[in-house]
């Protein structure tokens, strides 16, 4: 099993929708957690950072899920820029950054 | 948020030579530095990490010879690829760790062809 899984999609949305990404991590110890966006042929750059509260930046908002071991991203009124691949990142021990395969979208005119 | 800058951003070199990419936090410290590569449509592979005064931590499966790294000051990191070969043909994104919040923000990656 993945230490941290992600449906890869793709994910083919009209402009407006709503949607939502799903993330699994396994090891417990998993402290920190982050969303990147990462366009074609380009870094990833950082989402949003997910907090056990849950947050929102503008449409974004993500949820950390302890006792199930999953985070999540909802995007709301979806845009044609959002269109991207969406990384899932946990943070465990002694400081690794553990990467999902990430999760395609397509948000169609 | 914070930046990362990497440089050069594409190379072009031809089989056997040594490449050096370059790293740099721009507006923060950064103790760890983290040196990826990626293939086409593939995720991203981490090679090592690289820790401020000390010797790089590298991942199963990459020769640290041929991927040498050094960290010698807080905002800088540079990764040599020696001996370059076209199988060393990819996408190279290093990032840096903002140890206050524990958030890793990219450099804009480097494109590396060997021919």
């Known amino acids: 099993r993945k230490e941290v899984e992600q449906d890869p999609g793709p994910f083919n949305v009209p402009e407006g929708a709503t949607v939502a990404f799903n993330c699994t991590y396994s090891?417990?110890?998993?402290?920190?957690f982050f969303w990147y966006r990462q366009d074609c042929r380009k870094e990833p750059k950082l989402l949003m950072s997910v907090y056990s509260s849950g947050n929102e930046d503008g449409r974004f908002t993500a949820q950390l899920n302890r006792a199930s071991q999953y985070i999540s991203l909802l995007i709301r009124d979806s845009k044609l820029s959002d269109s991207a691949t969406y990384l899932c990142?946990?943070?465990?021990?002694?400081?690794?950054?553990?990467f999902g395969t990430g999760t395609r979208l397509k948000v169609l005119a | 948020g914070a930046v990362v800058s990497q440089h050069p951003s594409r190379v072009i070199c031809k089989s056997g030579t040594s490449v050096k990419i370059e790293c740099r936090s721009l507006d923060f410290q950064a103790t760890t530095m983290f040196w990826y590569r990626q293939f086409p449509k593939k995720s991203l592979m981490l090679m090592a990490t690289s820790n401020e005064g000390s010797k790089a931590t590298y991942e199963q499966g990459v020769e640290k010879d041929k991927f040498l790294i050094n960290h010698a000051s807080l905002t800088l990191s540079t990764l040599t690829v020696t001996s370059a070969h076209p199988e060393d043909s990819s996408f190279y994104i290093c990032?840096?760790?903002?140890?206050?919040?524990?958030?890793?923000?990219f450099g804009p990656g480097t494109r590396l062809t060997v021919l």
């Open positions: 990142v946990a943070l465990g021990g002694t400081y690794k950054y553990i």
């Open positions: 990032s840096a760790r903002w140890t206050s919040t524990d958030t890793q923000y």
């Open positions: 090891n417990s110890a998993s402290q920190s």
